[in-house]
């Protein structure tokens, strides 16, 4: 079989989008997955204005909106339900000409993995390395097979044993924090804005999803691995958010174990590249985020944009690469850094410490969102 332009490892959003992304500018690829099949693990996910328009260059902002649903306000609340500070989606949108979604992880996934021209995935092949041979990437997998590849695009997430060979400092870090996850169909009045509400036994975030779906987060300071937390159940979250105000507890008593998802919240520190010769760091692998913004896959959609135009504007992968990593390592750096502060503000369940962090936010100047909305959602592709 003739080798593929671009090998891609990983077919989660960042490999997917990439691969998308370089078939519209006529190059062919190649996906390596380490799971029997591509599905995605998760629940819901929110999509900004960036993302947006990140899928409106790919021709999958339609597809998007109507497995999706806009958001028409965010808001941070107090645990009585008292508003701290709300964004207006639909101001937000007029502004930078594109909404913010909310959809299904699963339903993203399957607009990504059919929207590939020629799907060339083989499943069931875990990366563990790489060596050089010449002018190619020579991969090495799991079961002792190796591919050759031309140029070598690392979208295995934040685990990445590519990365970590390549840096070997590269480990993810623990961000003090616990999470637990779940969609649900909720049988009451669906709320009409996503809110994040700060309380002192932790963080508790709606998102209205497509119907009478809700995802839901919550998130709680804790030790790294904690097998108590690992272990909580629906009741155990309930016990913790039920002095929240509506509808927070009737949400978790409306989901069951078994939609619950656990895992502790891990970062990368910034790296200082994401280019190697003919190897490109690209999406979770590159610069993993804390979820505090929302922007890990907006940041990847954006990537698989980026990325493909430096391929198409570049004779050889190695210039692309490098023309990649210096568009990109700034702005990711930037997301990595303020999600890691914000979660740290966030999370803070000290009652004292709390209530000072809700006043200052409440009082913070419009003009200091707005920057950061600015900064993120005015993307130059
Ligand atoms: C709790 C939580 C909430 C979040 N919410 C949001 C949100 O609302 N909005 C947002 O934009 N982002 C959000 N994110 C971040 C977002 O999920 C990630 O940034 C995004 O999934 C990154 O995509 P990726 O393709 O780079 O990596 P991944 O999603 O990790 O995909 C990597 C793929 O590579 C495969 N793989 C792994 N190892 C190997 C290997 N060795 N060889 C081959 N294949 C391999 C995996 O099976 C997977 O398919 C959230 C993250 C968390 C943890």
Redesign the pocket.
């Known amino acids: 079989m003739k080798a593929a332009d671009f090998t891609i490892?990983?077919?989660?959003?960042?490999?997917l989008a990439t691969a998308i992304a370089l078939e519209q500018k006529g190059f062919s690829t190649e996906i390596?997955?380490?799971?029997p099949e591509?599905r995605a693990a998760?629940a819901g996910?929110?999509?900004a204005p960036n993302?947006a328009l990140a899928l409106r260059k790919l021709g999958l902002e339609k597809a998007v909106a109507e497995k999706g649903e806009p958001l028409s306000a965010l808001s941070i609340r107090r645990a009585n339900g008292r508003l701290i500070t709300q964004a207006d989606g639909l101001q937000i949108a007029r502004k930078y000409g594109a909404s913010h979604y909310a959809i299904h992880r699963g339903a993203l996934h399957l607009i990504l993995l059919t929207n590939l021209l020629r799907p060339a995935i083989h499943a069931g092949?875990?990366?563990?390395g790489v060596r050089e041979k010449g002018k190619t990437a020579i991969v090495q997998f799991h079961d002792g097979a190796e591919h050759e590849a031309r140029a070598l695009i690392v979208?295995?997430?934040?685990?990445?044993?590519i990365r970590r060979q390549l840096l070997p400092g590269s480990a993810p870090r623990y961000a003090g924090y616990t999470?637990w996850?779940a969609v649900v169909e909720f049988d009451g009045p669906m709320p009409v804005e996503a809110t994040e509400t700060w309380g002192p036994n932790g963080r508790f975030g709606i998102v209205p999803l497509k119907g009478k779906q809700i995802y839901w987060?919550a998130c709680k300071a804790a030790p790294a691995n904690d097998t108590r937390y690992k272990n909580f159940t629906v009741g155990d979250i309930h016990s913790l958010f039920k002095g929240y105000h509506a509808p927070i507890p009737e949400i978790i008593r409306q989901t069951s174990n078994s939609e619950l998802l656990w895992?502790d919240?891990i970062d990368l520190k910034p790296i200082p590249e994401f280019a190697f010769g003919n190897t490109v760091l690209i999406?979770?692998?590159a610069h993993?985020t804390t979820?505090n913004m929302?922007?890990?896959?907006?940041q990847?959609l954006e990537d698989a944009v980026i990325l493909a135009e430096e391929a198409a504007r570049h004779d050889n992968p190695e210039e692309a690469f490098r023309q990649f990593g210096k568009r990109r390592l700034a702005r990711t750096h930037y997301v990595v850094k303020r999600s890691w502060a914000l979660g740290r503000i966030a999370q803070a369940e000290h009652r004292l410490l709390g209530a000072m962090r809700d006043a200052l936010f409440a009082l913070a100047p419009a003009s200091v969102t707005e920057r950061q909305f600015d900064f993120l959602y005015d993307v130059d592709f």
């Open positions: 490892i990983g077919g989660g959003i960042a490999g390596f997955e380490a799971a591509i998760g996910i929110s999509l993302a092949k875990r990366a563990v979208a295995d997430g934040i685990h990445s044993p999470c996850r987060f895992n919240i999406g979770d692998a993993a979820p929302g922007q890990g896959a907006c990847a």
